[in-house]
């Protein structure tokens, strides 16, 4: 698949679109084909580097994106293929009280797409559902 890949900070040449392995769709997660992504200032920051946050490299850039889920893993239920889906960025562990009472963004674990995991800025992402 195609993805814009970011190996180390810098400008606009520090970012590359190559080709990587598709992600693999687990057992608890899904699988979606981006239909449309976005540039948020998050990439920047990210792109430039954030002192007080290690980005490990390589990172996939990209928060905000919409696509079609092509893939279910076999916990997964609710969702189908073909399903249409806006992407919520935050990503959160679920089990800590902050997350059980709605506070996800709270979560010691938190984090975000293009930030502290791959984002969206590619083909396909196999995110949670």
């Not at 814009?4 to 590359?16: M, P, Q, Y």
């Not at 981006?34 to 540039?39: F, M, N, P, Y």
């Not at 009280?97 to 797409?113: F, H, R, V």
């Amino acid at each position: 698949m195609k993805a814009v890949v970011l190996h180390n900070h810098g400008d606009i040449e520090a970012l590359t679109f190559k080709d990587i392995p598709d992600p693999k769709c687990k057992p608890s997660k899904v699988k979606i084909q981006i239909k449309a992504s976005s540039i948020n200032h998050l990439d920047l920051w990210v792109r430039n580097g954030l002192p007080s946050i290690k980005i490990p490299f390589p990172r996939i850039l990209g928060s905000d994106g919409s696509g079609t889920i092509i893939e279910v893993g076999s916990n997964v239920t609710g969702w189908k293929p073909g399903d249409d889906v806006v992407i919520q960025p935050g990503t959160f562990c679920k089990k800590c009280i902050q997350c059980k009472t709605g506070n996800e963004n709270y979560c010691d674990q938190y984090g975000i797409l293009g930030e502290t995991e791959n984002g969206v800025q590619a083909e396909y992402i196999v995110i949670d559902p």
